[in-house]
């Protein structure tokens, strides 16, 4: 699809040169210098993206796992105000006493 719009791109280029007075040959270099510099700009915006992390897939991934993580937070923290005293105490030293190990 992408490689259509680019033919289609350069043909409509090369008439739009002709149209304003430019020779066959020149429309056509002429055509073909734009889609170039096309090209190279969508090149280097996209390598920036991916340097810079800002990838369209990048970002949901990070969105969506700051929502994953805030639902199972607020899940935790619900299930641990539901349990009595003593079972908050046990739970606790439990923990304690894994990460001792």
């Known amino acids: 699809m992408v490689g259509l719009i680019v033919f289609a791109l350069g043909g409509l280029g090369f008439e739009a040169f002709q149209l304003i007075g430019f020779e066959s040959v020149s429309a056509g270099i002429a055509a073909q210098s734009i889609l170039i510099l096309i090209v190279f700009a ?8 991916v340097f810079t992390g800002n990838m369209t897939f990048m970002e949901q991934r990070k969105r969506y796992r700051k929502a994953y993580e ?3 937070d607020e899940k935790i923290l619900a299930r ?9 105490i046990e739970l606790i ?8 190990q």
């Open 42 to 49: 969508w090149t280097v915006s996209y390598l920036f993206r």
């Open 70 to 72: 805030k639902l199972t």
């Open 93 to 100: 030293k439990t923990v304690e006493k894994e990460r001792g």
């Open 80 to 88: 641990f105000e539901s349990l009595t005293e003593e079972e908050k």
